[in-house]
């Protein structure tokens, strides 16, 4: 795989846009309950290492055995770390099967089943974050496009940037052999706007489930996540911990997280769910209006191609964008995620809905 430049929303070289389209952040935040925490936190103090309290607070919050929480300092560090432990299962599985040959007097590569004689594998999803490749990259996993034949299979639902559904996501789960992994990316499972997952209880025990509440709080800022390990994964959190530095997450990670777990940011959370989706049906008829299509998606953002003059490519539409955003609107440009001509807009209020119609307005009035 070749290397590629990180490509993210939010803020740039330019400062914090007035109005940013580009993050998928929950636009009602940031929710009072967990900004409180993150502010009460003591920073003068490190974390507990184990992160007890933390953990069982999570573990009881989802109902799962305490041993099964891995806390990460963040989504990516997780993707990075977890695509490091891929590779080192591999290396290891591939050692085993040849140390059993060479035991067997047939000690060569050759003596190793076809799906060991080659890296460790991953699936990515057709449209998916960056940082799974980027990761897959770093620790030289291969990219396939089966799943059976990966060691990996990220899943993302709601996807991003479509907020679609995951494609045959039951099934991919069901025919997961017990040597694979397959991470189910959980960032937008909060902000779920519409339509549910295909996973029952039994399947979610089967998957590595990554939650990262920062986005649904409003708190992008502070990082800090955690995953929920399989059933009976238990070598594999103790590998996964051992691959991860002292204190991964810092005391404002901490606060976030424990307040993520209390009555007080999951009512303010269901409440914002309430006001996200008015806004984002004034958001779509906005952009139909301007004349652009969209693509229907069950979470808090979602990807539209702007109406542009025919003679005009996907380069062109960057050159819009800069100019929307000289104008204080950010939009994030779907090119890097394999849609060009199309941009990924988060569902914001109404006041910075009318900001990017104005400005939209504007530049095309130049052109």
């Known amino acids: 795989m070749a290397e590629s430049i990180r490509l993210h929303g939010g803020p740039d070289a330019f400062g914090v846009p007035r109005f940013d389209f580009s993050t998928n952040s929950n636009a009602c935040g940031p929710c009072p309950a967990a900004l409180a925490a993150v502010q009460a936190a003591d920073p003068t103090r490190y974390p507990d290492p184990d992160y007890q309290a933390l953990r069982e607070a999570l573990a009881a919050f989802h109902q ?31 050692s085993s099967i040849l140390a059993s040959a060479s035991a067997s007097a047939s000690a060569s590569a050759s003596a190793l089943p076809l799906r060991w004689q080659r890296p460790a594998a991953v699936h990515l999803p057709p449209f998916h974050y960056g940082d799974y490749a980027q990761a897959a990259r ?9 799943p059976a034949g990966a060691d ?17 996501l039951a099934q991919q789960v069901q025919g997961l052999r017990p040597e694979q992994m397959l991470v189910l990316d959980c960032a937008y499972r909060p902000l779920r706007l519409a339509g549910r997952l295909a996973l029952d209880a039994d399947g979610l025990d089967r998957v590595w489930q990554l939650w990262t509440p920062n986005k649904a709080l409003g708190l992008t800022g502070v990082r800090a996540a955690y995953a929920i390990a399989p059933r009976d994964a238990g ?43 008015g806004w984002k049906s004034r958001q779509l008829d906005l952009c139909h209006t301007l004349g652009w299509q969209t693509r229907p998606s069950d979470a808090n953002y979602f990807v539209a191609r702007p109406e542009r003059p025919e003679r005009s490519g996907s380069s062109d539409l960057g050159a819009d964008l800069a100019q929307l955003r000289a104008r204080g609107v950010k939009l994030r440009d779907a090119t890097s995620f394999g849609l060009p001509g199309c941009v990924r807009l988060g569902v914001l209020a109404p006041e910075a809905q009318d900001a990017l119609a104005q400005a939209w307005t504007s530049i095309r009035h130049l052109t």
């Open 64 to 94: 799962v055995a305490v041993e099964r929480i891995v806390l990460a300092g963040s989504a990516s560090e997780f993707i990075f770390r977890i695509s490091a432990l891929a590779a080192r299962m591999t290396r290891s599985m591939q």
């Open 235 to 277: 070598e594999q959190v103790l590998a996964l911990q051992a691959l991860a530095p002292s204190w991964p997450v810092g005391a404002h990670g901490v606060a976030m997280l424990q307040a993520w777990t209390q009555p007080a940011a999951q009512d303010w959370l269901a409440a914002s769910l309430e006001t996200l989706r």
């Open 138 to 146: 770093a620790w030289g996993l291969q990219a396939v496009t089966d």
């Open 152 to 168: 990996l299979l990220w899943a993302c639902d709601p996807s991003s940037p479509l907020g679609q559904p995951h494609e045959r």
